[in-house]
């Protein structure tokens, strides 16, 4: 009796990224690297609508070596759990839903991750600080993935003015991972004609920065971020939410915390923190005149709260005083419209879309009332009517 040879089992690679990252010309990329090898290969994509301009994942199947002849192998469509053997992730959290999944197994996958952080929507609707804990995704990584490798690819993006999608792939050709060398790489994304200098630098510094690492022995924590923040969270500011802007300097608003100190001062420890943070929003809301009366409101709560039967703890004066700055910061139609159209804010989208001087940079702006909203700033009467 003669036994079939074994099928060759193919390499499983499974990319998550975010709307916008590039993620498809990196699956198009490492796609045509294995077309010029000789490979048999597929790639399938899921585009995502939610959150963060929509997660997107896309599935590759390779095999390692030319199919033998007259063979035509057969690749799966999606992903299963326990059997991807590459899990390439373009920012943190998207990972802990790779591994979430079930996608990434201690005896198989190597899982390569950005360790920045794209916040989500419900992270930042908290009133409080809503952000995931960093350090439970890389302590499950460490301890479920086969191999872990992290690095900074926002800032190698950022210093060498490329996508992500081109770091990325440079992170994965510097694990050693592809069956083909870094100059077949290198000239794929030559023969795309788009951005070539900046991605090829993008691709160079993160291949540079994973191999070397791994040469040495070395799980990749690369970069001054993960270095310095493994197992820790960044202290929350003010203003966390990166759609809004305050055209404030920090001079501007040091000069008004001093002036404010004595007011400050005779506030329950817990509260002057809050307090301090609070009387500048409200100044750049309103007017200090708005200010002095949150801060009047605070002595008033506690004062009442020492004649109460039971003294309150820290948490509670704290939380006080920073709920009470947001409540009086309402954002109605009027903040919203007001925060969209400061020069600061278009600025910044300058900044982040890396537009040259003389680029046209277009913005749409969702910004629709409904009667809700103009009954909300109407005099009372009148929004009565409305509502």
């Avoid at 390569?112 to 350090?135: C, N, P, S, W």
């Amino acid at each position: 009796m003669s036994s079939r040879p074994a099928s060759p089992q193919p390499l499983t690679l499974l990319i998550a990224a975010l709307g916008g990252e590039g993620g498809g010309v990196l699956a198009d990329w490492i796609v045509e690297c294995a077309l010029r090898q000789g490979l048999p290969v597929q790639a399938t994509s899921v585009p995502g609508v939610a959150q963060r301009t929509g997660s997107t994942s896309y599935y590759i199947e390779l095999l390692r070596e030319a199919a033998p002849a007259g063979a035509e192998p057969v690749f799966a469509l999606s992903p299963v759990a326990s059997g991807v053997d590459v899990v390439l992730s373009s920012e943190l959290l998207e990972t802990a839903r790779t591994i979430e999944r079930g996608f990434v197994h201690p005896r198989r996958t190597t899982l390569i991750t950005a360790t920045h952080r794209v916040y989500t929507t419900l992270e930042k609707m908290q009133m409080g600080d809503g952000r995931f804990d960093d350090a439970r995704v890389h302590a499950a990584a460490r301890e479920l993935a086969s191999r872990y490798v992290m690095l900074d690819m926002e800032a190698i993006a950022v210093r060498r003015g490329t996508v992500i999608s081109a770091v990325m792939f440079g992170a994965l050709a510097g694990a050693g991972l592809l069956p083909w060398d870094r100059a077949l790489c290198e000239q794929v994304i030559r023969d795309g004609g788009l951005g070539v200098e900046a991605s090829l630098a993008g691709f160079g510094d993160a291949y540079d920065t994973v191999a070397t690492e791994s040469a040495r022995g070395m799980l990749i924590e690369a970069g001054a971020a993960a270095a310095r923040n493994a197992g820790t969270r960044p202290a929350a500011t003010p203003n966390a939410d990166t759609d809004t802007d305050t055209d404030t300097d920090t001079d501007t608003d040091t000069d008004i915390a001093d002036a404010w100190a004595p007011l400050l001062a005779a506030l329950p420890a817990p509260m002057r923190e809050p307090a301090a943070h609070g009387v500048l929003r409200l100044i750049d809301y309103q007017d200090q005149a708005w200010a002095r009366r949150y801060v009047e409101r605070l002595h008033s709560l506690s004062e009442a709260a020492s004649a109460g039967h039971g003294q309150p703890g820290d948490t509670t004066l704290a939380e006080a005083a920073r709920h009470l700055a947001l409540w009086m910061s309402y954002e109605d139609v009027i903040r919203v419209a007001d925060l969209k159209t400061r020069r600061g804010r278009f600025e910044r989208i300058r900044s982040e879309a890396q537009a040259r001087d003389g680029e046209i940079v277009e913005v749409v702006e969702f910004l629709k009332p409904g009667i809700e909203e103009l009954a909300a700033i109407a005099p009372r009467g009148i929004g009565r009517r409305l509502r």
